[in-house]
């Protein structure tokens, strides 16, 4: 794939972004630098009641300066996902591979770093996987975070899977 190509389908899939909400809720300094990790509050489209936390790490100015690569965070991230309210289940993607429902730029264009939900239905429960996805090469760096629906009164928009 030329960077031509590259590019294109990275703008392609930036424009197709899945719309969840989400805002900072945090930010710590780690060091003198001004290297930050942020703290963002994310709430999933399809699923009323659940929110994650992500957690990401923002290069400084003076970082970027120093060691180069300019238009790059890292992929290191963590997420935690929890019952925040009456869980409300819309039309959820049911497959292996689950939907993505939340995407940020970590890059100008090439990395993102992305939440899938996936639905365990054997389990009874929803999973967000936490991923940095890249163009060219991906990252196996990764973190994952559960909200069991167990005894829950969950309410299944077009009734719960079978």
């Not at 959820?92 to 100008?108: A, K, N, P, W």
Request: net charge negative; glycine share 6%; aromatic share 8%.
């Amino acid at each position: 794939m030329s960077i031509r190509q590259a590019a294109a389908a990275a703008v392609i899939f930036t424009a197709t972004a899945v719309p969840a909400s989400s805002e900072v809720v945090g930010k710590v300094g780690v060091d003198w630098v001004g290297n930050d990790i942020v703290v963002e509050a994310v709430t999933d489209p399809a699923v009323k009641g659940v929110t994650c936390h992500v957690t990401y790490f923002d290069r400084s100015l003076i970082d970027r300066l120093s060691k180069g690569n300019w238009f790059e965070d890292p992929s290191n991230n963590s997420i935690a996902c929890r019952q925040t309210g009456p869980i409300e289940i819309g039309d959820i993607d049911l497959s292996e591979d689950g939907e993505e429902v939340f995407r940020e730029g970590l890059s100008i264009i090439f990395k993102s770093l992305v939440v899938n939900r996936i639905y365990d239905k054997k389990n009874d429960t929803l999973i967000y996987l936490a991923h940095s996805r890249q163009v060219v090469e991906g990252s196996a760096k990764m973190a994952i975070s559960t909200v069991p629906l167990f005894n829950e009164n969950v309410v299944w928009s077009s009734g719960k899977p079978e």
